[in-house]
């Protein structure tokens, strides 16, 4: 139950962002995503501290598509290390954008939703990066559990392009 307070008080933080951070460029998206490609397991490689990501070890995602076009989404996570208790969170995510799908909003706790774009993809859809418009919060995924520095070190510099401050990303352990 804690769990879903503190998601609920993170979604209801989304409407606060843009009135109080400076005034930054437009969050650039990717031109076009698959859905079909995207959709699968995803392991978290880094983000941004979050307090509903509290105590989490090797965190993933799975994304698989309804048949009326919604994703549905599963996070889990492992409580304070790798044998702990499992913490999932399910929620559903909408194309925002159906001109890219690079654009979704995701539900948790209707009615509440949050901006999910993807602003960096690997060519084979090996790497993806989830950031939201505020620049708040950023995820790096991975369809294993380790991406290479060359890999890693491209990213962190396109998002640097995009103003993020990556000083702040903490590396999943898997």
Request: hydrophobic share 35%.
């Amino acid at each position: 139950m804690r769990y879903l307070v503190t998601l609920i008080a993170v979604l209801l933080l989304y409407s606060c962002d843009a009135a109080t951070r400076p005034s930054l460029p437009e969050l650039r998206t990717v031109p076009s995503v698959e859905l079909k490609r995207y959709a699968g397991e995803w392991y978290e490689i880094a983000r941004f501290s979050h307090p509903f990501q509290k105590d989490c070890y090797g965190s993933k995602a799975t994304y698989s598509l309804l048949e009326n076009g919604k994703v549905h989404v599963l996070n889990e996570c492992r409580r304070g290390g790798p044998d702990g208790e499992y913490k999932t969170a399910k929620g559903t995510a909408q194309v925002a954008d159906k001109e890219t799908n690079a654009k979704l909003k995701v539900t948790f706790f209707w009615p509440f939703s949050g901006d999910y774009w993807i602003i960096d993809l690997g060519k084979e859809y090996e790497y993806a990066v989830v950031g939201h418009p505020s620049r708040k919060y950023l995820w790096i995924l991975s369809r294993t559990e380790t991406i290479g520095d060359r890999v890693y070190g491209g990213i962190l510099k396109r998002l640097e392009a995009q103003y993020y401050d990556t000083s702040g990303l903490i590396r999943t352990a898997h």
